[in-house]
């Protein structure tokens, strides 16, 4: 059976070596998120901060840092859920072995939450600014719940079976809001709250919310989880656990897990929202403050034994790398059953997630056609594009299953794959003017951008080239070539001038200064950044600087451009402009001195010493 709650969780984890205590005095203000950050890139164990600064509540971090940490801890029940995932793409595999899947009604039990009337949450009151105050980046507008369980049901179908339980970010206090009374929730588009908060609008109507914090580790995994409509997220949590999750229910009010170490309950104004933000977010950059949902605080709930989990998060990989990684162990066999056609689908971490995907799909149209060309790739990757949180992404590369591409975690040999088949004239589709990721700021504004697919099948049409040709000149202003991997070149170019009529002035003169028959189109991908040794110096920095830094529509360029059917393509060499523009949000950078810090946790003697 799984953990009922994070109490015997930690109690199983420091037994068995996998939890260290920090008994030293550590500061909730920037000081304990960047410890979390730096034992994470160590692969260290799970954290228990028993002496934060102004806590009244131990601190526990880097619960899900690395993979091993993650499947111990469901260990019991991750057979269970494989076999269920198995079934759902085969059923009949039930009739053809029901011995080999005994433990599966009984685990189908554990979907359905249980109702009970009191529980250890119930135990105490207290206020929100007795509540861990943690900060991670230095311009975060104010302390965050960042393991946040946001619970919701549907206005008009109140219940267990239209509820929705997300990992939305919640300030705490800061900005405009009134302390103790206000906190801000931050949720993205595309998430299962909207759909609630849109009801509740159109009723003219509260919407009552509740922040779970703590609990059973299953409840911090189903709420990021990317289920399928009709499976909520609670029913995940009991099959992931191994137990029905046990819920207070009482008249007019929302349910509370009654395992949960904090929560919060409040309503949401329908027609009122506050500053929420700056925060430092998984893209590596600052997301700036903007309007958002503000929750009118009713109660502030915790157990007598309480543990206040977080995490933080900054430019990957950082612990929801792991997160993901989990997630798509657990359903990554589930893909070609939600997109038919559709063999693997990859969201490049290190990119972002959503600004890159990469993806294989099937190619049966015109089987007889000479040379392969992408047909059903195209109808294939509208269908990603328009399911989900996948409709977020920026770049999407795809190519046919049945031209045998690489691993589409193996990322620069999928692009080198890419870019040794792509047709620029052809392989390029965009989406202008549409939905990107909230926190992408690369757009023309706030949830607003393009999108880019780049299909590419057949035969290779080029070697890619892992040197600098011999006679490369560049244009004035531009330097300092770098070959990324092969294939891909990165150049310095100046700072960016800003956009006039949605034209960048010097990309055009650099397009125009260099012929189709120039030795630098040999690459096919050249990418213009603000410093060409940074973006060439490891695979996850090309990534992070071309595709967070860029907007398809505006920032794609190419040698020989032209237009024929409304059609976008190049003849020569694809041009990205990755350079930092003014509307950018600034990137997260350590604080040296808090660093220093760290660094003494760590020295002979420090409860880090032998771990960073």
Known sequence: MGYRNLQECVKELERTGQLIRIDVETDPYLEIGAIQRRVYHAEG????????????????????????????????????????????????????????HLGIPRAALHLLPRQVSDGPILANHATIDQLPPLVSWPKDGGP????????????????????????????????????????????????????????????????????????????????????PEGLPELSFAGLLAGRRIDMICRPDRLPLPAEADFVITGTIDPNRTLPEGPFGDHLGYYSLAHPFPVLTVENVYHRADAIWPFTTVGRPPQEDTTFGAFIHELTGALIPEVLPGVKAVHAVDAAGVHPLLLAVGSERYVPYEEERTPRELLTIASA??????????????????????????????????????????????????????????????LNEGSKVIVAAAGPPRRELPGELPLGLRLPDGFSAPRVCFPGVLAVQGPAFP???????????????????????????????????????????????????????????????????????????????????????????????????????????????????
Not at 155 to 162: A, K
């Open 498 to 612: 800003g956009y006039r009529d949605c034209v960048t002035p010097d990309m055009e003169r650099f397009c125009a200064g260099i012929s189709v028959d120039d030795p630098l189109n040999r690459f096919p991908l050249v990418v213009i950044v603000d410093d060409s040794d940074f973006a060439a110096r490891t695979l996850n920095n090309f990534l992070w600087v071309t595709f967070t830094r860029s907007n398809p529509a505006a920032d794609i360029h190419g040698i020989g451009a032209s237009v024929r059917c409304k059609h976008w393509g190049c003849d020569g060499a694809l041009v990205i402009d990755a350079r930092t523009k003014p509307h950018h949000a600034p990137p997260l950078e350590d604080v040296p001195e808090i660093e220093r810090r760290v660094d003494e946790l760590g020295a002979p003697g420090g409860p880090l010493h032998g771990i960073i």
């Open 144 to 227: 965050f719940v960042t393991l946040p369980q946001v619970y919701s049901e549907s206005p008009g179908r109140p219940g267990f079976r239209f509820s929705n339980l997300g990992m939305y970010r919640v300030q705490l206090s800061g900005n405009e809001y009134a302390p103790n009374q206000e906190v801000g929730i931050h949720y993205q588009i595309h998430r299962g709250i909207g759909v609630h908060h849109a009801e509740a609008i159109a009723r003219g109507e509260p919407l009552k919310v509740s922040v779970f914090v703590g609990g059973a580790p299953s409840m911090a995994v189903a709420a990021v989880m990317p289920l």
């Open 384 to 445: 990603i594009l328009g399911n989900g949180q996948l409709s977020l992404a920026k770049y999407l590369f795809i190519a046919p299953h049945e031209d045998e591409p690489p691993d589409i975690h193996d990322i620069d040999g999928f692009i080198r794959f890419a870019l040794e088949r792509a047709d620029w004239r052809r392989d390029l589709h965009f989406h202008t003017r549409t939905t990107i990721d909230t926190l992408d700021y690369s757009g023309t504004g």
């Open 45 to 100: 164990p799970a954290l228990l901060f028993t002496r934060a600064k102004g806590c009244r509540f131990p601190l526990l971090g880097n619960l899900f840092g690395t993979m091993d940490r993650t499947t111990f801890i469901f260990r019991d029940t991750l057979r269970v859920i494989e076999r269920l995932v198995a079934l759902k793409i085969n059923p009949t595999a039930l009739l053809r072995d029901p011995v080999g």
